[in-house]
C-alpha cells in the first residue's frame, strides 16, 4: 500500500514558477514508477509527467514538454514537479500516483495507476 500527500500548489501570475511536491509512504517507495496528472472540472484527467523509478526516465504531455521537469528523490519518498513558465491554461487540480510495483514503466494512462494523492489546487492568473 503506497499513500501519496501533494503540496505545492497555490496562485501565481503567468510565467511565474511553482515546485509540487508528493510525500510517498512506505519503505517500497522507489519500486513505483511514478506521475502527475492533472485536471479542471468537466473534463478528464490528463497525463502530465511521469519519472521511472530510478529516476533515470521521464516522459512529458505535449502541452508542458520544455517548461515542466519531473524528479525524484527515493531517499526522502518524495517526487518533485517544477513548473516553469505558467499559463492560465495550466490551471487545475495536479494529482500525483504510483503505480504497482509489478510495473516497472510508466504510463500516461490514468487507469494504469493504482494509488493516488488527494490532489492540489494549481492556479494561474493571466
Known amino acids: 500500500q503506497v499513500q501519496l500527500v501533494e503540496s505545492g500548489g497555490g496562485l501565481v501570475q503567468a510565467g511565474g514558477s511553482l515546485r509540487l511536491s508528493c510525500a510517498g509512504s512506505g519503505r517500497t517507495f522507489s519500486s513505483n514508477a511514478m506521475g502527475w496528472f492533472r485536471q479542471v472540472p468537466g473534463k478528464e484527467r490528463a497525463f502530465v509527467a511521469a519519472?521511472?523509478?530510478?529516476?533515470?526516465?521521464?516522459d512529458y504531455g505535449d502541452a508542458v514538454k520544455g517548461r515542466f521537469t519531473c524528479s525524484r528523490d527515493n531517499a526522502k519518498n518524495t517526487v518533485y514537479l517544477q513548473m516553469n513558465s505558467l499559463k492560465p491554461e495550466d490551471t487545475a487540480v495536479y494529482y500525483c500516483?504510483?503505480?504497482?510495483?509489478?510495473?516497472?514503466?510508466?504510463?500516461?494512462?490514468?487507469?494504469?495507476?493504482?494509488?493516488w494523492g488527494q490532489g492540489t489546487q494549481v492556479t494561474v492568473s493571466s
Open positions: 519519472v521511472s523509478r530510478s529516476g533515470a526516465s521521464t
Open positions: 500516483a504510483a503505480r504497482s510495483s509489478l510495473y516497472s514503466g510508466t504510463s500516461r494512462v490514468p487507469t494504469n495507476y493504482n494509488y
